[in-house]
């Protein structure tokens, strides 16, 4: 019976789980690329590590080292790679530092100063982030653990006391590289845990698309790794500004992500272009209503020859009136995606009126238009585009069938207007996109699109538009931009 009752509570939880409309995939294909950036930044970061000043006494001598700094780093060996739990692992092995310092040397009276070259040698770093979902539906990294140690240190003492730092070497170098072991996995915690989130603050998550519809990027759950990529579920719904709390029912195909060939996937379900269109549907965008002169001039005298018998029973004042076209989009169009192709349907009422001044607009008749339109995706940057396409018209009356085939003139020129006037407004949108959850400064190149049974996928490769450095100095949380002091990582993060 327990079991029964085990399953049942499984069963019901994935019958409540959401679907994503969105999903990322991270191959290790891009990991070179990234690494490779990354190094370049974690050795900026790692150039910035302060070791307080060593004081010692052997004897009669005392000595004190000082100022020391981080001239020259080399990561020469370094592998960077997904692990399962772990999410993301960097490995370190043989580097090297370069070390400027002061020295001052005290023998009874005698006092010798300057500065000495040294060189940290061995540099092992084990370090691996692990990202999780927070509270906001945001990708942060939650934790960062680390391993670093440094095998050996050499200085090249001078001076008049140069025999006697070489007999001291061995107490200062030690101390040094005590030091140095101590400061590296701060730095990388601080690195992690603070640096890179204000990069991952710059993925959209929650944010306006334009006046009227905005876009909920909410990751649904902790990103999953394994061995060759990174899964990420997003939510990926529209939502009209005016009613923010507003959500459509995710009841289309979940995408997948099945090929690992490039650097990125992203796969988007026909509910993510639903959403959307509904979005607009309800902020009320989806209607067009043409007055006048902005009326092609064909299109309104064979408006007003078509409906002549109900037009010459009016006044003089109205059959003179101005002539009124609306369109307005009855319910939310729907979109369909096959490996044929993705199509979005609409149905729209039309409305043809006189409007005379000052009076009420007088109704000459009311017809359904059904539109077929072909949809083609782009990715361009970060930024999702369409391009639109009028592929099949059909308009029918209302009252009667035999209105219908006397609606049969006015196909041909509707259709027109819908392609010359209607189209473009349409596209001009369209193709301004919307962006995709990725971080700033990274975008996608030679993207190719692939329709499949319910959803499309992306396959593309990353391109880094700006450095990690340049975007994260420009997003440093205000109360770390003047000060290089790492945040300190738990004490067993940092090996001694």
Known sequence: MALFGTLFLALLAGAQAELPGCKIRITSTALELVKQEGLRFLEQELETITIPDLRGREGHFYYNISEVKVMELQLTSSELHFQPEQELMLQINNGSLGLRFRRQLLYWFFYDGGYINASAEGVSIHTSLQLSRDPTGRIKVSNVSCQASVSRMHAAFGGTFKKVYEFLSMFITSGMRFLLNQQICPVLYHAGTVLLNSLLDTVPVRSAVDELVGIDYSLLKDPVASASSLDMEFRGAFFPLADGNWSLRNQAVEPQLPEEERMVYVAFSEFFFDSAMESYFRAGALKLSLVGAKVPHDLDMLLRATYFGNIVLLSPAEIDSPLKLELRVTAPPRCTIKPSGTTISVTASVTIALVPPDQPEVKLSSMTMDVRLSAKMALRGKVLRTQLDLRRFRIYSNQSALESLALIP???????????????????????????????????????????????????????????????????PANTRDSRAPSAPPPSMAAV
């Open 410 to 476: 006015l196909q041909a020129p509707l259709k027109t207007m819908l392609q010359i006037g209607v189209m473009p407004m349409l596209n001009e949108r369209t193709w301004r996109g919307v962006q995709i959850p990725l971080p700033e400064g990274i975008d996608f190149v030679r993207e190719v699109v692939t329709n499949h049974v319910g959803f499309l996928t992306i396959g593309a490769d990353l391109h880094f538009a700006k450095g990690l450095r340049e975007v994260i100095e420009k997003n440093r």
